[in-house]
């Protein structure tokens, strides 16, 4: 189907998801997002950050579907800072696996690009096939990041 037959919904903290909707959202990106996915609640926590259900900067979810299913899923939290952190992160992005190879995440980034005010960040396994969709768009991997988990 071409691309002029989905539709890209954006949730943000004017116009927030159901609570139905964001639940297909945290299923998506917990089947899609496959070996680089998370557990269900921090997708979910991320989704209500990036549409103020909790204290946060904010940011947005952007949803492309094709007729009712979802084919494309990108959650961006605005991080409060500027310059020295970018001021959004890319938390998830996902096509769904049976639609891939169709310009579906080429259109999420660019989306994405477009709605963000300010650098963004994102982090990616290094073995991830998607690292090539990001650096077509311009990321670079300037650090080497280290966490202490407690």
């Known amino acids: 189907m071409p691309m002029t037959a989905q539709m890209t919904q954006k949730f943000d903290a004017v116009n927030r998801p159901t609570e139905n909707e ?3 959202i945290v299923d ?3 089947t899609h997002l496959e070996e680089y996915g998370d557990p269900k609640p921090a997708i979910k ?3 209500n950050y ?3 259900e909790h204290a946060s900067f904010g940011g947005f979810t952007l949803v492309i579907r094709d007729d ?3 084919t494309g899923v990108v959650v961006v939290n605005e991080t409060g800072m500027e310059g020295y952190i970018p001021e959004n992160i890319l938390v998830y992005i996902a096509t769904h696996s049976g639609h891939r190879g169709k310009g579906i995440g ?3 980034m660019e989306d994405t690009i477009n709605y963000a005010k300010g650098d963004i960040a994102l982090h990616v ?3 991830n096939p998607a690292k090539f969709l990001y650096e077509k ?3 670079k991997n300037p650090y080497l990041e280290m966490r202490l988990k407690r």
């Open 50 to 52: 990036s549409v103020k």
């Open 45 to 47: 926590k991320a989704i």
């Open 137 to 139: 768009y311009g990321f």
């Open 106 to 108: 080429k259109r999420l």
């Open 125 to 127: 396994e290094k073995d």
């Open 22 to 24: 964001k639940n297909e």
């Open 28 to 30: 998506f990106l917990y």
């Open 68 to 70: 009712k299913e979802i």
